[in-house]
């Protein structure tokens, strides 16, 4: 396959033209696009062995840090948080796509050592790679288009912001993520897939990038009237901080990798090392959101701190130590209780807002 062949390929770069598994000519069979983003690795192996290092290092860390704070956030969310919110439920599966993206990277190391070259070995990671993170930017959407609704215009939008509507929104966000990232990656490179790469990445980047955007806009607009009541505004001011956060991971993990895929469209006669070492440094970014996302988790309910400070506090020494009274003090204290009405312990982690 020769390089003018793959230079309508969108997502597969010319790169992957003069890579080693590019040896057969213009008028062989043309492989399909999954297949030429699993062989990037043994192309950037072969000409950045460094960079390839130490992106594989990054992997790990990444790998290792989202494994700890999503499978935390999972326990928290499923174990300790009682309501079950569409907050809750969209947060859930945005937990479960993090922790599906950090492991698929010791399947990328499985693939690349154990079976090179191996079409359906590679597969299941590069499908379960960009399946997962579109996912994680649908349900980053869901998160903010609930919370807008809830501070906003509460009263108009109860009747979607009920827990069966948020069920039926996560599963066919699932449905269709897979839908069309299996049939984008399965068209041949050697065809027109310019077409179908542009729509996917309007539909689910560029799309949900401007509905982030435009809520947060007006989330602090309505921040801004007169005679707002000091809870309301901080519930608001609290709505902000997650909108924020979510646009600011927008663009930290998913803009490189999609301004690279719009760069290789629109120029493809792009420097073929320049373009390889682009799209994997746009891929480690992506992977990040795996590790940046538990920021969103402190917004989404009031108590999520709290229940994570409790569940370490609990295993500090000298916390289950009593503490002894003079016989006067617990008298007193006794008669304080007695007069005062008995109020119930506190819940840990507070239910969600709104």
């Not at 979607?160 to 299996?182: D, I, K, N, S």
Request: aromatic content about 10%.
């Amino acid at each position: 396959m020769g390089a003018a062949t793959l230079a309508g390929a969108w997502a597969a770069p010319n790169a992957t033209a003069a890579g080693p598994a590019a040896g057969a000519n213009s008028s062989g069979p043309a492989l399909p696009l999954f297949h030429l983003f699993a062989l990037m690795d043994e192309e950037l192996h072969a000409s950045f062995p460094g960079l390839w290092l130490a992106l594989m290092a990054a992997h790990g860390a990444i790998f290792l840090a989202g494994l700890a704070l999503n499978g935390l956030a999972l326990y928290v969310f499923c174990c300790r948080t009682p309501a079950r919110t569409p907050s809750i439920t969209y947060t859930i599966n945005l937990v479960v796509t993090d922790l599906l993206v950090g492991l698929s990277l010791p399947t990328r190391y499985a693939v690349f050592y154990g079976a090179r070259g191996c079409l359906r070995c590679a597969f299941p990671h590069v499908f379960g790679y960009f399946l997962n993170m579109y996912c994680s930017i649908l349900f980053l959407t869901c998160i903010c288009v609930d919370r807008y609704l809830a501070i906003v215009p509460p009263d108009g939008s109860r009747r979607w912001r009920q827990p069966a509507c948020a069920r039926a929104v996560c599963a066919a966000v699932w449905l269709a993520a897979g839908a069309v990232t299996l049939s984008v990656l399965g068209v041949a490179a050697g065809g027109a897939p310019c077409c179908r790469l542009f729509a996917l990445t309007v539909l689910e980047f560029l799309l949900p990038l401007m509905v982030i955007s435009a809520f947060t806009g007006r989330i602090v607009c309505a921040l801004s009237r007169p005679g707002l009541l000091r809870q309301g505004r901080q519930r608001r001011l609290r709505a902000t901080q997650l909108l924020l956060t979510v646009l600011l991971i927008f663009l930290v993990c998913f803009t490189p990798f999609h301004a690279r895929q719009l760069a290789v469209a629109l120029w493809p006669d792009l420097p073929r090392r320049a373009s390889l070492v682009a799209y994997h440094v746009a891929v480690t970014f992506s992977s990040l959101n795996s590790c940046l996302d538990p920021i969103v988790y402190c917004f989404v309910t009031s108590g999520f701190q709290a229940t994570v400070r409790g569940l370490f506090r609990r295993r500090e020494p000298g916390a289950g130590a009593t503490v002894t009274m003079p016989k006067s003090a617990r008298d007193s204290a006794d008669h304080i209780l007695a007069a005062s009405p008995r109020t119930p312990p506190l819940a840990l982690a507070r239910g969600p807002e709104a």
